[in-house]
């Protein structure tokens, strides 16, 4: 018997006559206990063969992982004023403008130790 997600594993025939090459004739039960799954087959067979994954709205998949999208809560120019100025992305103190140094493990929080700006973007 063929399963739904045989047209995903890596181990189908893809052949009118075989379910799949350890399976010829396919398996009994519900579970193939061989499944791997096919990442060679581009995303758009993939829908075609196993059927469009539902997704609420806000969220995608990535891989099988459903990944919720984070809430933007800022305008397009309050981001780009954020990469123009953030010393996550300039190095520098949003208010002094003093290089501040990089740290290992990489910062977390971005305060400056020269006049005092506090970054509560986090």
């Not at 399976?23 to 829908?47: M, Q, S, W």
């Not at 809560?73 to 953030?86: A, G, N, V, W, Y």
Request: glycine residues 6%.
């Amino acid at each position: 018997m063929k399963l739904d997600c045989c047209n995903r594993c890596k181990f189908y025939s893809r052949s009118p006559h075989l379910v799949c090459t350890l399976h010829p004739a396919g398996v009994e039960g519900d579970i193939c206990p061989d499944f791997e799954l096919d990442l060679t087959i581009p995303d758009d067979e993939a829908v075609a063969w196993y059927g469009e994954q539902w997704q609420p709205e806000g969220a995608s998949y990535y891989g099988d992982d459903l990944v919720l999208e984070p809430v933007q809560q800022m305008t397009l120019e309050q981001r780009l004023d954020l990469l123009d100025s953030h010393p996550l992305f300039t190095g520098r103190c949003s208010n002094c403008e003093m290089p501040l140094r990089q740290t290992e493990p990489p910062r977390v929080h971005w305060d400056c130790e020269y006049c005092g700006w506090v970054d509560d973007s986090v």
